[in-house]
């Protein structure tokens, strides 16, 4: 099974981004109520948070955690 999980799973770079990505998404059309996201100079949409949340499915079921988190001051 651990063979398994390191061929799908995704890099702990993608990984980290797809949750960034949510979080991204998450706070700009919740707390902010915007439809434009920014994450650095990367546009988001809701095709990058449908692809994010494969990612990130991907990599939590192959037991990743996060090296980063969300600023949305930054």
């Not at 702990?12 to 949750?19: R, S």
Request: hydrophobic fraction near 40%; glycine fraction near 10%.
């Amino acid at each position: 099974m651990e063979a398994v999980n390191e061929a799908y799973a995704p890099s702990q770079e993608d990984y980290d981004h797809a949750e960034l990505i949510l979080d991204a998404y998450e706070h700009a059309t919740t707390v902010d109520r915007r439809g434009a996201v920014m994450l650095g100079e990367e546009m988001l949409d809701e095709a990058s948070r449908k692809m994010a949340l494969v990612v990130a499915g991907k990599g939590r079921a192959a037991g990743l955690g996060r090296t980063r988190t969300f600023d949305p001051g930054a």
